[in-house]
């Protein structure tokens, strides 16, 4: 079983940024994929972004490419979402999640309880 608890999160105006967090309990941690995931009020949950076990490799959503960069610390079991250049659009709760090998919308075996964030035009 793998727990994730997410923050972070917070109201920011457009332009500006903030980094979320998500650690992890157990001691496999260096053993998953992780990603995050958000939902907007009224739409569905999409796709942010991912990173495998090593983090040697990250994948994007176009939405977000080039303003959030997903990163990870084994020895911390954490992983962080740095998000730049926020955009309102980007007001939703973001959650953090795990799987083995890769996390994709049909591929995620662990949720976190989310982390609301709110930007502000």
């Known amino acids: 079983q793998v727990q994730l608890v997410e923050s972070g999160g917070g109201l920011v105006q457009a332009g500006g940024s903030l980094r979320l967090s998500c650690a992890t309990s157990?001691?496999?941690?260096?053993?998953?994929?992780m990603g995050w995931f958000r939902q907007a009020p009224g739409k569905e949950r999409e796709f942010v972004a991912n990173?495998?076990?090593?983090?040697?490799?990250?994948y994007y959503a176009d939405s977000v490419k080039g303003r959030f960069t997903i990163s990870r610390d084994n020895a911390k079991n954490t992983v962080y979402l740095q998000m730049n250049s926020l955009k309102p659009e980007d007001t939703a709760v973001y959650y953090c999640t795990a799987n083995p090998v890769v996390v994709t919308l049909t591929h995620v075996s662990y949720w976190g309880q989310g982390t609301q964030v709110t930007v502000s035009s």
């Open positions: 990173i495998n076990w090593n983090g040697g490799t990250t």
């Open positions: 157990g001691r496999t941690f260096s053993s998953y994929a």
